[in-house]
């Protein structure tokens, strides 16, 4: 099986297209919570406020967040291969008892524990894929592995015709899930396989220990410029993805399986094209200045912010195509910024700190997350007007515009991080 040879030049974009799906089943399994809110919640009256459905969202992330640099170390010490398997196992088992939970705790439990298993997939997932994609395709693999995420996003906003249809159902959905990530896991472990590492490079990933790890990554002012920076446009992602489809239902009158649609449809579209022109921009960019993948990513953020506010206006405009169209216009922004964040890191990190870094990343942008969640969710209930909601976040997200400039990249694409003995 000499296609399974990881020296071959194209495996590296196998593991790239292993991954896709990977990343689909676990963004699929967010986005279908968002997208059957209205069912779950009748289903399980003990929800009760919106208060209470934003703390579900929350105690995903907050477990997704505290576990990543956990889940991020293992994938540096040990074995990415390892590590991405058996989050995708756990992930399948999860995902089919969430179909099974019947009250409020019971659905706080599956989704923390939901959490556990996808802090282990995304640091290792990205490190694997900049292991294989030195400089002159990084983005561009990258943004290739994202689009897996879109697509998630894209099938979860059709969940909400399911959820409404008598004979499936929201439980339906989640089974089926379940099953075929089991079905997935086999297959992904036999062909995946590490990247061809030096003798040099393992010794000194064995020798890292979590401390020495934290002091390298905490001694870089450009890595803790980037985890502001991958925080606070972050906010505003979480808030689209996982309020919007209810948004748009309530400020438009339609239907649960609209809403989903128009909430992720056209903007997940936006943001597979800009995924894939982002990242061709800043990989061409790049060849001119180390900064090009930072400029890249920065006009991402701007469009992101400015479309914020105009998502948050169009429910007194009346028109839904409105809406969509900020929509559109903020999956633009969150193709190029979502592109770029692991190959920004790979400039300013060794490799074997990556995933680490990139979990720690998770690990405070995640945790606001949980925060914005919850607090939208009590604006909300305090009936805080939705253009002001907004206005936050977008104000929010222009600053960090700011932080990402400030970034200085040590490692450029012809010269390769050095191994620590």
């Known amino acids: 099986m000499q296609f399974l040879d990881p020296r071959r030049p194209g495996y590296a974009w196998l593991v790239v297209a292993l991954l896709v799906p990977v990343a689909l089943l676990n963004y699929l399994d967010r986005q279908m919570l968002a997208s059957m809110k209205f069912s779950i919640m009748q289903d399980i009256p003990g929800i009760g406020s919106e208060a209470n459905w934003g703390k579900i969202l929350a105690f995903f992330k907050w477990t997704y967040a505290f576990l990543s640099p956990v889940g991020g170390y293992l994938a540096d010490r040990f074995s990415r291969r390892h590590v991405i398997s058996g989050s995708l196992l756990v992930w ?3 995902t089919w008892a969430t179909a099974h939970a019947e009250t409020f705790p019971q659905l706080l439990v599956t ?10 997939y995304i640091p290792a997932a990205l490190a694997l894929i900049s292991d294989y994609h030195l400089g002159p395709t990084r983005s561009r693999a990258v943004g290739a592995h994202q689009m897996g995420i879109y697509a998630g996003v894209i099938l979860g906003g059709f969940s909400g015709y399911a959820a409404d249809h008598p004979e499936l159902g929201w439980r ?7 099953i075929a990530g089991l079905l997935y896991a086999l297959p992904l472990f036999v062909l995946v396989r590490n990247a061809p590492a030096s003798a040099a490079a393992a010794e000194a990933a064995q020798r890292t220990s ?12 450009s890595f803790i410029l980037l985890v502001l920076y991958f925080t606070l446009p972050a906010m505003a992602g979480w808030i689209v993805r996982d309020w919007m489809p209810a948004i748009l239902k309530a400020e438009f009158g339609i239907g649960q399986g609209k809403a989903g ?18 990242g061709w921009l800043a990989d061409r960019w790049s060849r001119r200045t180390p900064r090009g993948r930072i400029y890249t990513s920065a006009i991402g953020v701007f469009l992101m912010a400015a479309s914020m506010m105009g998502v948050g206006y169009s429910p007194q405009t009346g028109m839904l195509a409105i809406a969509v169209a900020f929509l559109v216009v903020f999956g633009v922004g969150w193709g190029f910024f979502d592109t770029n964040n692991m190959p920004i890191l790979c400039q300013i990190a060794r490799p074997q700190v990556r995933a680490t870094g990139y979990g720690l990343m998770n690990l405070v942008s995640i945790s606001c997350g949980g925060i914005a969640d919850w607090g939208f969710g009590h604006l909300r209930d305090l009936r805080i007007p939705l253009l002001a909601i907004f206005g936050i976040f977008a104000g929010v997200a222009a600053l960090s515009v700011v932080l990402v400039l400030l970034i200085r990249p040590r490692y450029t694409d012809s010269t390769p991080a050095p191994v620590r003995h």
Do not use: D, H
């Open 172 to 178: 339906w959905m989640f089974e089926l899930c379940g």
């Open 261 to 278: 649609v128009s909430a992720t449809l056209f903007w997940m579209l936006a943001a597979i094209a800009a995924a894939l022109g982002g």
């Open 111 to 120: 989704r923390a524990v939901m959490g556990v298993s996808e802090a282990f």
């Open 210 to 221: 979590p401390w020495g790890s934290l002091r390298e990554l905490f001694g870089n002012v």
């Open 92 to 94: 399948s088992a999860v």
